[in-house]
């Protein structure tokens, strides 16, 4: 990822993955004479098991331009500003808080992600068409980073393979845990639950993460492709590289 900070150019390798807005992530920083490259093996593995990564160059350093940092300030300076044009920084407080954010933040996703197969199908077999539904969607009340992000995997029919059900699987449960160790009820993240592992019994845990809906599609003997120029997530740049 390239950015432009104080008129520099300011570079963070993402270990092969584009940023996804919403994705909890993790920054590493590299020591004095050294770059990104320090971090290219836990950058990867990370960045592939469903987290964004930033792992810097520091200015005057290996890709980013400018004077190197003469103090711990100015690198701090120079991390905020990264993170500033990523994207908002959220301050969850104490120790664990970030690990519960991300939880509950996948919990959602995934429940969106399996309700809106059943709506897809259910439209499609009431005789709407998916094209129509999508740009009614995409103006109602249903509308969500989640639709925006999904939907043209399924209208394409590879069912985005960047992200695979065991990932989503994996997350799952540790988000069961979560709700059971807090006692609270969850019948609906336990449906959705039951719908993930219905797919990756079905295509193979290496299958892409939309294939929850291709589940419901293969079921209603119906598919959902739409012709188009579908950019696929994994292709989907930060608006800072373009």
């Known amino acids: 990822m390239k950015l432009t900070l ?11 993955k584009s ?14 004479l050294h770059d990104h490259s320090v971090w290219i093996l836990q950058s990867r593995y990370l960045a592939h098991h469903g987290w964004n990564v930033l792992a ?25 500003g990264v993170l500033d044009a990523v994207g908002v920084v959220r301050r969850v407080g104490g120790y664990g808080n970030g690990y ?12 969106h992600a399996a ?38 995997s399924i209208l394409a029919g590879h069912y985005d393979p960047s992200f695979r059900l065991a990932l989503c699987l994996k997350d799952l449960a540790l988000v069961d845990d979560l709700l059971t160790d807090t006692g609270v009820r969850h019948e609906i993240t336990a449906a959705t639950y039951d719908r993930f ?6 295509y193979g845990a290496g299958a892409g993460e939309r294939t929850v ?30």
């Not at 200015?59 to 300076?77: I, K, L, M, N, Q």
């Not at 519960?100 to 429940?111: D, E, R, S, Y």
């Not at 009614?136 to 999904?150: E, I, N, T």
Request: proline residues 5%.
């Open 100 to 111: 519960v954010a991300k939880l509950v933040n996948n919990q959602l996703w995934f429940v």
């Open 19 to 32: 940023w996804k807005q919403g994705q909890a992530g993790v920054v590493f920083v590299h020591g004095a």
């Open 6 to 16: 104080h008129d520099h150019l300011a570079y963070a390798y993402t270990g092969g």
């Open 213 to 242: 809906c291709k589940a419901l599609e293969d079921d209603a003997g119906i598919d959902l492709r739409v012709h188009g120029d579908w950019t696929p997530p994994w292709e989907v740049k930060h608006p800072s590289e373009h």
């Open 197 to 202: 592992r219905e797919a990756a019994s079905r």
């Open 115 to 152: 309700a809106i197969g059943e709506a897809m199908v259910t439209a499609k077999k009431a005789g709407l068409d998916p094209d129509v539904w999508w740009e009614a969607m995409k103006g109602g009340a249903a509308d969500s980073f989640v639709m925006q992000h999904d939907v043209p």
């Open 56 to 80: 810097l160059d520091l200015p005057g350093h290996c890709r980013s331009a400018g004077d190197a940092p003469s103090t711990v300030e100015e690198a701090a300076d120079f991390i905020g």
